[in-house]
């Protein structure tokens, strides 16, 4: 019996690589014998667990060495998707998905995380302490649950989904609630670590924290991996613009080890009415459905417009409407349920292709950077569909479907 491992890794990257590679999908296939599979399978099973650890497997890129714990809660590898239903409605068929929200924590923050509490963790540092829109507290309050550190997190009143709440409240984090933006936030964040000297010393755990952004660039290794290449165009939404800077800095990082030999053009989208990039100024009262990226004053703003400068590529804006738009179309045609923020990229895609400025035949990757659980009351309220009440019978269970 021979079994399917599925594709071997392509050789030569690129664009061009990457384009073939989609158009014929798993054209290369490896079989073996039923007992190789089997003795393969154990022997890696008892060298490193099923699943590979992300601070292992990408450690030639990343700041670790013998003294770093390498600690895992099965961050990374998260899946690259073809969208061809939504890519062939919004006229870009060679359109993928990269879902971040398969994450542990259900966000890309995992991957920064990871290595920003085990670098903690080598240095001795006992508090991990943020700011937040939610998902990093969420992912801090985790990671540090597991590290068996304190976790504080600074939260915006009233402006954080309810599942990143209770995300940091199940992992046992300690959320200070204060009557302000993210911005706010922030700014109080960044007091309370420059005046943590000789009084309690927390890691900062934001995305100011370069080691975030050092293991959130591994997401960009994933996609050249999968596509045999770099992409045509990277679309990712952008709120404090760490994840941008980030996945620049992994396609680079992969260019210069002449892993790839392209570059993507990086899309970068801010919600219309939080896109202090796109006005050129900070915006004082941010306001999006995105909760996620409603933010009037990105941190990293200098790696966004780095990112957007190199590449040639641009940050534009994205209506809640045009969010909203693709959010519902990515759940009901790709059966991919994300939170809205992570829709502005699949949003901002549909606009530029709209306007003729992206090439048909481009390959484009969407980050969706968060699931859709957790924001459940926009979830409810744009997604929502009438239960059918019935008889617990057969007969009851047709008549209510009409068969
Ligand atoms: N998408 C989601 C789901 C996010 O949570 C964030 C940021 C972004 C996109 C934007 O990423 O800030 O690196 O440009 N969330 C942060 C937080 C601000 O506190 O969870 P960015």
Redesign the pocket.
């Known amino acids: 019996m021979s079994v399917d491992l599925g594709p071997t890794k392509p050789s030569c990257p690129g664009a061009t690589a990457a384009r073939r590679s989609v158009r014929q999908p798993a054209t290369l296939l490896r079989t073996m014998r039923m007992s190789d599979v089997l003795r393969q399978l154990r022997q890696q099973h008892q060298a490193a667990g099923a699943r590979p650890r992300l601070l292992e497997r990408f450690a030639a890129f990343l700041p670790v060495d013998d003294s770093t714990p390498l600690i895992s809660l099965g961050e990374g590898f998260t899946p690259l998707i073809p969208a061809r239903t939504l890519g062939r409605i919004i006229g870009c068929p060679l359109l993928h998905l990269k879902i971040e929200g398969q994450n542990p924590t259900g966000?890309f923050?995992d991957r920064g995380m990871v290595l920003a509490v085990a670098k903690a963790m080598e240095e001795g540092s006992r508090v991990l302490l943020c700011a937040?829109?939610?998902?990093?507290?969420a992912s801090a309050a985790a990671y540090g649950a597991a590290a068996g550190m304190e976790v504080v997190v600074i939260l915006p009143r009233g402006q954080v989904a309810q599942g990143k709440l209770l995300q940091a409240q199940a992992a046992g984090a300690r959320i200070v609630s204060v009557d302000s933006g993210?911005d706010g936030a922030l700014k109080v964040v960044l007091d309370l670590v420059a005046g943590s000297a000789g009084q309690r010393a927390a890691t900062l755990v934001n995305?100011l924290n370069p080691f975030r952004i050092q293991g959130q660039k591994t997401a960009a290794f994933e996609i050249c991996e999968d596509l045999g290449g770099a992409p045509d165009y990277l679309a990712i939404?952008?709120?404090?613009?760490?994840?941008?800077t980030a996945y620049w800095r992994g396609f680079r990082d992969y260019q210069r080890a002449r892993l790839v030999e392209t570059l993507p053009v990086m899309l970068g989208f801010q919600a219309a009415g939080a896109a202090p990039l796109v006005e050129g100024r900070d915006i004082a009262d941010p306001q999006t459905v995105a909760t996620?990226?409603r933010?009037g004053s990105p941190a990293s703003r200098e790696g966004a417009m780095a990112a957007r400068n190199e590449s040639g590529g641009r940050i534009a804006s994205v209506t809640d409407e045009e969010i909203l738009e693709a959010y519902r179309d990515l759940a009901r045609s790709e059966g991919i349920f994300c939170?809205p923020?992570?829709a502005a990229s699949v949003a901002g895609v549909r606009k530029l292709a709209r306007a003729g400025t992206i090439d048909p035949g481009a390959t484009i990757v969407c980050v969706l950077?968060?699931h859709g659980l957790k924001d459940p009351v926009t979830a409810s309220r744009e997604l929502a569909a009438r239960t059918i009440d019935s008889e617990p019978t057969t007969a009851g269970v047709r008549a209510a479907l009409g068969w």
Not at 132 to 137: E, F, I, Q
Not at 237 to 244: K, M, R, S, T, Y
């Open positions: 966000s923050k937040s829109t939610g998902n990093t507290a993210f995305s939404p952008v709120g404090n613009a760490g994840n941008i996620a990226i933010i939170e923020a992570s950077t968060g």
